[in-house]
T-cell receptor, first 114, second 109 residues
Framework: ETGVTQTPRHLVMGMTNKKSLKCEQH?????MYWYKQSAKKPLELMFV???????ENNSVPSRFSPECPNSSHLFLHLHTLQPEDSALYLC?????????????FGPGTRLTVL | GQNIDQPTEMTATEGAIVQINCTYQ??????LFWYQQHAGEAPTFLSY??LDGLEEKGRFSSFLSRSKGYSYLLLKELQMKDSASYLC??????????WGAGTKLIIKP
């Protein structure tokens, strides 16, 4: 039990669908992250939120849209995705962004785009 | 550019010792993390090194040499449950984690 939960755990969607991934952390952290994990590739940082403000967007296509309504919740809204977007999407949290704090991960959402 | 290198896959025998190496070239250094990730599960924190030397935590130890840009994770008395991927990540000068692609460790009886 890492204190970071993600739903759904698995998602299959067509290229014209719109769906959302949800992340919730129960650790009292102030920074939250979205990562993409593809097979045999390093984790790719997508977005960072610190105290509900987006601090980083690592050249992510606009078909991915993050939302952070409060420090405990993070969403990733998906629309008109491509098959190459199929991957494991991991959410993580840490005490703060500009620090050496450990990041704690959720179990991920396995996304398949048909 | 920034780069983290670690072997793609390693195989070891139950009860033995295995060393997983990680070399890095990054813009600045604020520490190195090791995470364990079982298939289909979340990466979980194993260790953090920021000073040179060996840190021991039960069956797992992590070593760092900043001058060589090198770290290793040492796993002793291997158990079947240690079969997992091990991820090396370096915190750069902007406090961004630079990740390696992970080492898949296979434990055989």
């Amino acid at each position: 039990e890492t204190g970071v939960t993600q739903t759904p755990r698995h998602l299959v969607m067509g290229m014209t669908n719109k769906k959302s991934l949800k992340c919730e952390q129960h650790l009292g952290h102030n920074a939250m992250y979205w990562y993409k994990q593809s097979a045999k590739k390093p984790l790719e940082l997508m977005f960072v939120y610190n105290f509900k403000e987006q601090t980083e967007n690592n050249s992510v296509p606009s078909r991915f849209s993050p939302e952070c309504p409060n420090s405990s919740h993070l969403f990733l809204h998906l629309h008109t995705l491509q098959p190459e977007d199929s991957a494991l999407y991991l959410c993580a949290s840490s005490q703060e962004r500009e620090h050496t704090d450990t990041q704690y991960f959720g179990p991920g959402t396995r996304l398949t785009v048909l | 550019g920034q780069n983290i290198d670690q072997p793609t896959e390693m195989t070891a025998t139950e009860g033995a010792i295995v060393q997983i190496n990680c070399t890095y070239q990054t813009s600045g250094f604020n520490g190195l993390f090791w995470y364990q990730q079982h298939a289909g599960e979340a990466p979980t924190f194993l260790s953090y090194n920021v000073l040179d030397g060996l840190e021991e935590k039960g069956r797992f130890s992590s070593f760092l040499s900043r001058s060589k840009g090198y770290s290793y994770l040492l796993l002793k008395e291997l158990q079947m449950k240690d079969s997992a991927s091990y991820l090396c990540a370096v915190l750069d000068s902007n406090y961004q984690l630079i990740w390696g692609a992970g080492t898949k460790l296979i434990i055989k009886p």
